[in-house]
């Protein structure tokens, strides 16, 4: 094996990322070393690669250079002297949330919100690169049947799955609005879909976008760019006039919050899984908390095992709608995933909605804009880590 990899790094406290060579990962004696085999892009990746607020406080510009991604397929190739039950061989997905078992709430079950838990590429070196290192309890073994390219979306498959099911998984025959269409958004209306929901709505900007949300399930897609409809009417004229049982926020934008309450039914649950770019986003307390009794979940109550479970089976069981289309995936290798990412300060042109020009992309945005499959996840919104 080579001493060397390449990696998508970030590398400055400004919009960009580099393609750059690195020392291949060290691997600790709880940890394993991953050959990758895949990767998708997440909105979380987005939000670094502009380095928005959310990134500069998140992250900070001392823990740069730190090496991007989080989704990620591959074959386990070194394992740790204190490695027991990864084998090298094993074909892995990552689960994003590296816990502490030393924090109180790992303790006491929750091991995706302590105060050490880190996430892959955000609190340490993640992923688009030709090898990364997690620790063993991270890893999600796969079925030998998943391709890559569905592997790697386990975890933000896991996410939708979590943020449909809530911690009740109380969702059947109840009318859910799904806020966002990137590639969680759409994994969740598949999600709802399966779970038998029995109204489906959707809000995004992208025709592209919406169309595959309708081949995942989805009943009724809304633009929340276009006001050729009252969004918060509509729901509520297909709710008996009461709105929906639940409303998942999947883009964190101030928006899809203000309108997601104004959707909510009093007393549904609101569960919350979109980043907001630009924290707080402030909501009317009084009339939309207070006197409408909500239920809230955040983002973060995504369940370590749980979650990945589910997505599993959800997989495997080939019951979900749609799959990601192969114009739109990229060779798990990072230099064909990122051909000549631009250097920070650059800014790719931007192409109308429904311009899906199959070329490699020249940037890491522009990929992301024009990934829109479930497997290639778009830049608008904030899916979840
Ligand atoms: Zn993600």
Redesign the pocket.
């Known amino acids: 094996m080579a001493d060397k990899m390449k990696a998508v790094v970030k590398t400055r406290p400004e919009l960009g990322g580099e393609l750059l060579e690195r020392p291949l990962p060290k691997i600790a004696p709880d940890q394993v070393l991953v050959k990758v085999r895949a990767t998708s892009i997440?909105?979380?990746?987005v939000h670094i690669y502009k380095w928005d607020a959310w990134a500069a406080n998140r992250i900070g510009e001392k823990r740069l250079p730190q090496i991007m991604g989080?989704?990620v397929a591959g074959e386990v190739v070194e394992v740790g002297g204190h490695v027991k039950r990864v084998k090298v061989g094993d074909y892995i997905s990552a689960e994003?949330h590296i816990y502490d078992p030393g924090d109180l709430t790992a303790l006491l079950g929750q091991l995706h919100i302590g105060d050490h838990m880190k996430i892959l590429g955000v609190d340490c070196d993640g992923a688009f690169a030709e090898y990364f290192a997690v620790p063993e309890s991270v890893c999600w073994i796969n079925d030998a049947s998943i391709p890559p390219e569905l592997a790697t979306i386990q975890?933000?498959l896991g996410?939708a799955v979590y943020t449909v099911l809530g911690e009740d998984f109380d969702v059947a025959g109840k009318t859910v609005v799904i806020l966002g269409d990137g590639p969680?958004a759409l994994l969740a209306a598949g999600v709802a879909r399966v779970c038998g929901m029995a109204k489906i709505f959707i809000v995004g900007k992208y025709e592209f976008n919406l169309k595959i949300a309708q081949t995942m399930g989805a009943d009724f897609p809304l633009y929340a760019n276009k006001d050729d409809v009252d969004r918060v009417a509509f729901v509520k004229d297909h709710t008996y006039g009461a709105g929906a049982d639940i409303v998942l926020d999947m883009a964190g934008s101030p928006q899809a919050l203000t309108e997601g309450f104004k959707m909510l039914r009093r007393g549904g649950r609101f569960s919350a899984s979109g980043i907001a770019a630009d924290s707080p986003t402030l909501i009317d307390y009084n009339r939309r908390l207070l006197r409408r009794g909500p239920q809230g979940r955040s983002r973060d109550g995504v369940r370590r095992g749980e979650r990945e479970h589910a997505a599993d089976r959800v997989q495997q069981r080939h019951r979900l709608q749609g799959r990601p289309d192969p114009r739109h995936q990229r060779p798990a290798h990072v230099r064909h995933l990122v051909p000549g990412a631009q250097p920070a300060g650059h800014r790719p042109p931007r192409h109308p909605p429904g311009d899906h020009p199959h070329v490699q992309p020249r940037g890491l945005r522009e990929g992301l804009r024009r990934h829109a499959g479930p497997s290639a996840?778009v830049g608008q919104g904030g899916?979840?880590?």
């Open positions: 997440c909105g979380t990746d989080h989704e994003t975890e933000p996410n969680a996840p899916p979840v880590p």
